[in-house]
């Protein structure tokens, strides 16, 4: 039964790739993934990063005392 079971989900699984690769050429997808170019570190992201982790550990202190 098992056996089965993990054919039919390999065949299924299979015909799913088929059909999104179909789709994909129809689209004219060749290949290759451009991409608009990496994003810098900026000065706001780390004060964002700070202010979540303080306001994060601020909870967290709550919670446990």
Do not use: K
């Amino acid at each position: 039964v098992h056996a089965a079971m993990m054919g039919s989900l390999f065949l299924r699984a299979y015909a799913r790739g088929e059909r999104v690769y179909q789709a994909m050429a129809a689209r004219g997808f060749a290949g290759d993934l451009h991409c608009l170019g990496t994003p810098g570190w900026r000065r706001s992201d780390t004060a964002f990063g700070i202010i979540w982790g303080a306001a994060l550990g601020a909870i967290a202190a709550a919670v446990w005392l």
